[in-house]
């Protein structure tokens, strides 16, 4: 037997396992690989190590101990030597992973590609310190050799200077498999997961089936889980608060901005609405409420009530201080209000005169008392105009006496001409 030995699994699924002495044991069903056994945060690389051998012997299905197998190749005929017919622990069957039938023309996460590929094959290689698996196959040439026809098919086009194109993902770079058909612990997916932006990781949960898609998503923490969902089309949200218990879709809807919610609602019986809604924190249920009873073409139901507020008397080196501490996304720092200490509207301050301002000045010295508003009641058909004539970038919302409700930001308006949702983040409003 050579030092190493390259196969795929398509050309091991049937291959005989016999005895030292040449006497047939049985035939390969499956290959048998271990999962980690612990997170998967700080570290690099797994490759998974072939612990045993599925096959069938005088009727019954045994997973044998591949320490007492090794594999010798004649061409491309393979056989697995056994000294041992040794049986693994049950225990270790089911925490491990059966290749055949858990991977193969399963769906998987590409997290460089940062797509849904299907596997065609598996790669795996054999050396003196074990069997592994190395990389899935996704390309044609995998399709082609577990239907038989690779090497002809290759014969005929080299004949052409041409080659079937090949492609792999290392298993470093695989994840999210089909959980729907086995049990694995998400521990090592999630940590990989987490590192996709969420519009990426939206894209690729919205091409899942409905079992995987839920899996995956329960398997992301509340904050990232919140930033997802904002991402997904609303037919995609719906399906996935739907899958959710009540507990978790109310904790996951908390970390998301009030507007959202609402909108999401939208798409959700009313009963399963006020569910929710009871289960959510108080806060946060009643500023969803409160949306929810703006008509759809008011300017209320646009707006988001996240916003930026500070006093006149704070000076701007203290706010510069708070923005740096609070981080706010970019759509809710174009506008800074200042309210007087009832919330009502009194002036704006832009980022730009903070940066330039010395440290020492008060707001209120730096501040623009002539403040373009809407009310919350107005219609949403007033705003176009309004943005395009003073050339803002959002718009604050008040009552009819003035105290702030929310903004409207200029992103919010134009999607709403198209028909899209929009997705904003929550930051806090300080007083």
């Not at 940062?114 to 995998?142: F, H, M, P, Q, W």
């Amino acid at each position: 037997m050579t030092s190493q030995i390259t196969f795929y699994l398509s050309q091991v699924i049937g291959s005989k396992i016999q005895h030292l002495n040449g006497k047939r044991i049985g035939k390969v069903l499956d290959i048998i690989v271990d999962t980690p056994k612990y997170d998967f945060s700080h570290e690099d690389s797994f490759r998974p190590n072939v612990i045993g051998v599925k096959t069938k012997i005088d009727g019954e299905i045994l997973f044998l101990n591949f320490v007492h197998i090794k594999i010798s190749a004649n061409k491309r005929n393979f056989t697995f030597n056994c000294s041992q017919v040794d049986q693994l622990n049950e225990s270790i069957v089911n925490e491990s992973l059966p290749l055949a039938k858990n991977i193969l023309d399963r769906q998987i996460v590409d997290i460089n590609g940062r797509k849904l590929v299907r596997v065609n094959d598996v790669r795996l290689v054999s050396i003196a310190s074990g069997t592994y698996a190395l990389a899935v196959d996704i390309g044609t040439e995998g399709l082609l050799r577990r239907l038989g026809v690779a090497r002809p098919v290759n014969s005929v086009i080299n004949l052409f200077n041409l080659s079937l194109p090949t492609q792999y993902i290392l298993w470093d770079d695989v994840e999210a498999l089909d959980h729907s058909n086995f049990n694995i612990k998400l521990s090592q997916t999630s940590s990989k997961l987490n590192r996709l932006h969420p519009s990426d990781l939206a894209d690729i949960i919205e091409d899942m089936g409905t079992v995987s898609r839920t899996k995956i998503f329960e398997s992301l923490d509340e904050e990232k889980a919140a930033d997802v969902l904002e991402e997904l089309e609303p037919y995609a949200q719906a399906l996935i608060i739907e899958s959710l218990s009540i507990g978790k879709a109310a904790d996951v809807l908390e970390k998301m901005p009030a507007d959202e919610v609402a909108d999401l609602f939208d798409e959700l019986e009313d009963d399963k609405v006020e569910l929710l809604l009871n289960e959510m924190e108080q806060e946060a249920s009643d500023d969803v409420r409160e949306l929810l009873e703006y008509e759809e073409n008011e300017v209320g139901s646009l707006m988001t009530t996240d916003y930026l507020s500070f006093r006149k008397t704070m000076t701007v080196e203290d706010t510069l201080i708070e923005l740096r501490k609070q981080k706010p996304e970019a759509d809710v720092i174009y506008s800074l209000f200042i309210t007087d200490i009832e919330e009502r509207l009194i002036a704006t301050v832009s980022l730009r005169d903070l940066v330039v301002s010395s440290p020492e000045l008060t707001l209120a010295q730096i501040m623009h008392k002539n403040v373009i508003s809407v009310m919350d009641e107005d219609k949403i058909d007033s705003l176009g105009s309004i943005i395009s004539k003073y050339d803002l970038l959002a718009i604050p919302v008040t009552d009819a006496q003035k105290v702030m409700k929310g903004m409207v930001v200029i992103d919010d308006i134009v999607e709403d001409l198209m028909d899209k949702g929009k997705t904003k983040k929550r930051v806090k409003v300080w007083r």
